[in-house]
Structures are given as structure tokens and as C-alpha cells.
């Protein structure tokens, strides 16, 4: 049972455009996200998080909304930027554990 | 945050043989986690390592094949015993800080 799914395995944006990587969820106990940014040959780094008692949070480029009742998250990039190519994941703990439930992830290509 | 260091990052080891991964954290830690990443695959929870007792492993991973030590808070070890082809992967420790997880760089497993 994938409990956070991210559907789209690639998306190609141009540079200076936007960004929206979408991840949904099955978990209703979920209440807390974070996205993560992978590079080739290097391990995961953290890049934003959202509590669900919000529904946006902006750090910089990166805002990530949260829609709970439609059990979805979405991480925009404005403007994205070359050094943005990179796989993306979503993740969320289980509830009560340090175990965290990963996406599949999304790689992003920003085209020059 | 929290500086993991991961060695070695990329290994070609012949089927039936064993490898051992090692990962050092600049802190000290109570839990260190051990995830693996198969190719186009998300990153999966392979056991906790606790300092001080066995390693609680996920559904699906057993110690026979995947024996964990702990000996101190900044060290552990991860061994993938009798390799298989199918064991080919990336394999990455991380820990928890501010709810947030912090991996190591990767060790990248090919086998053949």
C-alpha cells in the first residue's frame, strides 16, 4: 500500500518559470510533510516542511500548499533555475514513529 | 542539522559476497536509521539501529541478511550478506534532528 504517492515521474519546466511538484496522500493521520531534493550520487537533502496545521509555507523560491481534505501537497518553485534538476520526494512520519513514508519521487528538469 | 558521513559511496561486489557500510554522525544520536533505494523506487525503511540493543527491522528485512551494529551514539554499521543481484541499490543512513531526517551521501550497490 504506497500510503504517499507522487504521480508524475518527470516534468521538464523552462527557466524562470514555475515549478509544481504534486504528491497525495492516503494516511489521514499524517500531520506532518517534508519535501526532500536528491542529486545524483548524494543523499537526500531537506528542503521544506508543512505542519497540517497550515496550509502554505514559504521558505524563499519554495512554498509548499497543503490541502487536507483533498489529501494532497504540492511543492512551487518561482522562478526555477537549472540547479533545481534534481529528483524530488515527498515524505511524511508515521504518526507517533520516526518512520517515514517516502514518494517515489518526481525528477525535475529546469531547461536553460 | 547533522553532518553524516557515509563510506563507501559506490561498491561492485560480486553475487554471494558480503559488504559492510559504514555511516559516522557529527553528533550523538538515539536513533540512526537505515533506508534502501532501488532503482526508480522510493526510498525504503530497512531498521532502526539503537545504541545498546538489537536493530528493530521493517517488515520484509531480516538481520541474517542485513545485520546491523551499533557500538556508540555516532556509529553504525550496515551489512548486505550474500549479495544478489537483486540487492543492487543505494543504500543511505540517516538520522532525525527537528523532526526533520538528515541522510547520508549514499552508498551506491551493484551487483553482479
Known amino acids: 500500500d504506497q500510503q504517499v504517492k507522487q504521480n508524475s515521474p518527470s516534468l521538464s519546466v523552462q527557466e524562470g518559470r514555475i515549478s509544481i511538484l504534486n504528491c497525495d496522500y492516503t494516511?489521514?493521520?499524517?500531520?506532518?510533510f517534508l519535501w526532500y531534493k536528491k542529486y545524483p550520487a548524494e543523499g537526500p537533502t531537506f528542503l521544506i516542511s508543512i505542519s497540517s496545521i497550515k496550509d502554505k509555507n514559504e521558505d524563499g523560491r519554495f512554498t509548499v500548499f497543503l490541502n487536507k481534505s483533498a489529501k494532497h501537497l504540492s511543492l512551487h518553485i518561482v522562478p526555477s533555475q537549472p540547479g533545481d534538476s534534481a529528483v524530488y520526494f515527498c515524505?511524511?512520519?508515521?504518526?507517533?514513529?520516526?518512520?517515514?513514508?517516502f514518494g517515489t519521487g518526481t525528477r525535475l528538469k529546469v531547461l536553460a | 542539522s547533522a553532518v553524516i558521513s557515509q563510506k563507501p559511496s559506490r561498491d561492485i561486489c560480486q553475487r554471494g559476497t558480503s559488504l559492510t557500510i559504514q555511516c559516522q554522525v557529527d553528533?550523538?544520536?538515539?536513533?540512526m536509521f537505515w533506508y534502501r533505494q532501488q532503482p526508480g523506487q522510493s526510498l525504503t525503511l530497512i531498521a532502526t539501529?539503537?545504541?545498546?540493543?538489537?536493530?528493530?527491522?521493517e517488515s520484509g528485512f531480516v538481520i541474517d541478511k542485513f545485520p546491523i551494529s551499533r557500538p556508540n551514539l555516532t556509529f553504525s554499521t550496515l551489512t548486505v550478506s550474500n549479495m544478489s543481484p537483486e540487492d543492487s541499490s543505494i543504500y543511505l543512513c540517516?538520522?532525525?534532528?527537528?523532526?526533520?531526517?538528515?541522510f547520508g551521501s549514499g552508498t551506491q550497490l551493484s551487483v553482479l
Open positions: 540517516s538520522v532525525v534532528k527537528d523532526e526533520k531526517l538528515f
Open positions: 515524505a511524511a512520519p508515521t504518526s507517533g514513529t520516526y518512520k517515514y513514508i
Open positions: 539501529a539503537n545504541q545498546g540493543s538489537e536493530a528493530t527491522y
Open positions: 494516511n489521514s493521520m499524517f500531520d506532518y
Open positions: 553528533s550523538q544520536v538515539t536513533m
